[in-house]
């Protein structure tokens, strides 16, 4: 490939890509591989199941963050 025949919008492209690619290599997914507790899996299943729902914003108050 011969960057100097690229597009300015081929080249960002490429750069997107690549610091992609280099972000989800340093980044990635600390828990994969990782096996759920039966606790744990039972508490989101109840979770799911339930139509009680919080908005992001009652979060935020509940937890004391401001956004």
Excluded: H, N
């Excluded at 997107?16 to 690619?21: F, S, Y």
């Excluded at 109840?46 to 139509?51: D, G, I």
């Amino acid at each position: 490939m011969d960057l100097a025949q690229l597009s300015p919008a081929q080249l960002k492209e490429l750069v997107r890509g690549i610091v992609d690619d280099r972000l989800r290599e340093l980044l990635g997914d600390p828990d994969l591989g990782l096996q759920l507790s039966e606790e744990l899996r039972a508490r989101l299943k109840e979770s799911l199941s339930s139509t009680e729902r919080l908005s992001g914003e009652d979060l935020a108050d509940q937890l004391g963050l401001r956004w």
